[in-house]
C-alpha cells in the first residue's frame, strides 16, 4: 500500500487546474483534493470488508491465496495501462512479491492438510467438527 500511495502521489503532486480536469481526476480532487484515499478503480473506498477470516486454517490460506492472485491480476493490468518506467519498474517488484506469497500460502496449506487425517478429503478442520463429550 505504502508503494502505490507513493507512486500516485508522485504523480499527482503537481497537477495543475487543467490538468486535474482533462484526465477526468476532478470528481475524485472535489473530496480529497490531492490527498490519498484508498479505493478500487471503480470508486468503492477501502474498508475492512477486504480481509477475509473464517479461523479454519485451510478455508483462510485458499482465501489468502486467492488474495495474492487478485493483487497479482491488478498489477497485470496496470502493466498493461502504464508505460512509465517509473511506475513500471515498482509495480513489477510487487507483482513478484504476490507471486512469491502466493507459493508460500501454497507451501503453508500442503503443510496443513498433510497434516489432517488421510481419511479427510473433503479437507475441512476436524477440530470444529467434534462431539462435545
Avoid at 40 to 65: H, R, W, Y
Avoid at 77 to 104: G, Y
Wanted: overall charge negative; charged content about 30%.
Amino acid at each position: 500500500m505504502e508503494m502505490i500511495s507513493a507512486i500516485i502521489y508522485q504523480l499527482t503532486k503537481d497537477l495543475s487546474m487543467d490538468e486535474i480536469e482533462a484526465c477526468g481526476f476532478d470528481k475524485y480532487y472535489v473530496d480529497h483534493t490531492l490527498a490519498l484515499w484508498p479505493q478500487s478503480a471503480g470508486g468503492i473506498p477501502f474498508n475492512s470488508c477486504f480481509f477475509q477470516s473464517k479461523g479454519d486454517a485451510i478455508t483462510d490460506l485458499v482465501e489468502d491465496m486467492a488474495a495474492e492472485q487478485k493483487a497479482r491480476s491488478t498489477y497485470d493490468n496496470i502493466l498493461r495501462l502504464v508505460h512509465d518506467q517509473e511506475v513500471c519498474d515498482p509495480i513489477r517488484f510487487l507483482r513478484a512479491r504476490e507471486i512469491v506469497h502466493f507459493q508460500r500460502f501454497g507451501e503453508g496449506l500442503r503443510i496443513v492438510q498433510e497434516h489432517l487425517d488421510s481419511k479427510n478429503f473433503y479437507a475441512f478442520n476436524p477440530e470444529f467438527d467434534r462431539c462435545k463429550e
